[in-house]
């Protein structure tokens, strides 16, 4: 599905901007990544780690490789699991029910979101000096706001739907039940808010990084004569 292409191919991009320079060689000379709380606890003199700290070079690069692509497998898998309960009426959408497969679909996708969003982050942590031409921030912010936005919008507006704080209404002439109710509260704001992430993504892409050298831009319609 597109989140998880989109986590892909913005690591590929990440990478692709370095100008040729490998990456494991780039970070090879600096000291290891020391993780954050909570895989990184402080108290007084004494330190625990969740995580040990990756050591940078190829060991760095192969642990945000693989972080990043857990999501790119796990998404589809859980997609498809998905497709499995549902033709055995066990998904259950919306519906915060031990017995239902929903809860345990969103919180396998949420933990691989955020391990896939922690990773990116720790590579941008260690590489934005050298991606500082390219405005990875502003990219990051873009890609990663469009893909967890929506994801805990739908998680919000379902779990006021389950707890009742929205609820189905005959008011709501096109929809028929709850659900759909929801579906389609989502996919106005997101009409919505798309509008604005277009216009930040403008900023984050120009189209003047995308250029080949020696291109030139189109002549404005004020100097083509017309």
Aim: aromatic share 16%; hydrophobic share 45%; with cysteine.
């Amino acid at each position: 599905r597109l989140p998880s292409t989109l986590f892909f191919c913005f690591t590929v991009a990440a990478i692709e901007d370095l100008r040729g320079v490998g990456l494991a060689q780039l970070l090879q000379d600096k000291p290891p990544m020391q993780h954050w709380f909570p895989l990184r606890i402080k108290c007084g003199h004494l330190e625990y780690h969740l995580v040990e700290p990756w050591q940078m070079g190829q060991p760095f690069v192969d642990q945000v490789s693989w972080g990043i692509l857990n999501y790119v497998v796990t998404k589809p898998l859980m997609t498809a699991i998905t497709l499995i309960l549902q033709v055995w009426d066990k998904y259950g959408e919306g519906e915060f029910r031990p017995t239902k497969g929903y809860p345990y679909i969103m919180m396998v996708n949420n933990f691989s979101q955020c391990w896939a969003l922690y990773c990116l982050i720790v590579l941008y942590e260690a590489t934005h000096r050298e991606l500082a031409p390219i405005n990875p921030l502003a990219k990051f912010l873009c890609v990663k706001g469009v893909v967890f936005f929506t994801f805990w919008q739908q998680f919000t507006l379902s779990m006021l739907a389950f707890f009742k704080v929205i609820s189905f209404s005959n008011r709501w002439k096109c929809y028929t039940n709850t659900h759909y109710m929801i579906q389609g509260i989502q996919d106005v704001l997101i009409c919505a808010e798309m509008l604005v992430f277009s216009i930040a993504h403008a900023y984050a892409f120009p189209s003047r990084e995308y250029r080949l050298e020696g291109d030139h831009p189109p002549p404005s319609r004020s100097n083509s004569g017309r």
